[in-house]
């Protein structure tokens, strides 16, 4: 849950970019700004950032009860009703969240503006004219076109596994660092 919770907060941040280039980042070069669109064209940048929110959005929706439970808790009102109320509520709650974000989520971060802004200072800083042009051979390529096919995939299935193997993991650390300190503060 916490990787969701680091993944939507991404996903949040990328929204919160300003609406224009920082005054600090360079002029891109007309040369390489048409190189940088020619690979956004071929990866399908566009295409990939809304099929990317919607398997956060997905990975996300799965969370909703759990997350609502912890956030909302007593909050629910339903204090001496049977549990599956509560889990009823629970997930009529992650219904209308989920949809309300899905409703907002278009006005709220325009993916095609987003990820220009994002895009274009990023490769224009690690990549050189010559370096771009491979790329875009790359990208236009069979193979290319097949990497960024499968790339949703990659992402889902890569989180999906992240999820598995880190979770417990970090669940264990801090419920170890909480019993340290936990010790440390009886011990006071």
Partial sequence: MRTLKFLAALLLTAASAPGGPQSSEPVISPAKRTLIREL???????????????????QLNKQLPSMLSQ???DSLDLRGKPREEFERALIESSERVNKRIKELLPERIKWPETMEQIFYPIYDKHFTELELKDLVAFYT??????AIHVMPDLLKESMEKAA???????MQLVNQVLDEEKHRIVKK
């Fill in 141 to 146: 390529s069979t193979t290319g076109q097949k």
């Fill in 40 to 58: 956004y064209s071929a990866m399908k940048v566009d295409q990939m950032a809304e099929q990317s929110a919607n398997i956060i959005m997905d």
């Fill in 71 to 73: 956030v909302l808790g």
């Fill in 164 to 170: 598995e193997l880190m979770n417990p993991r970090l």
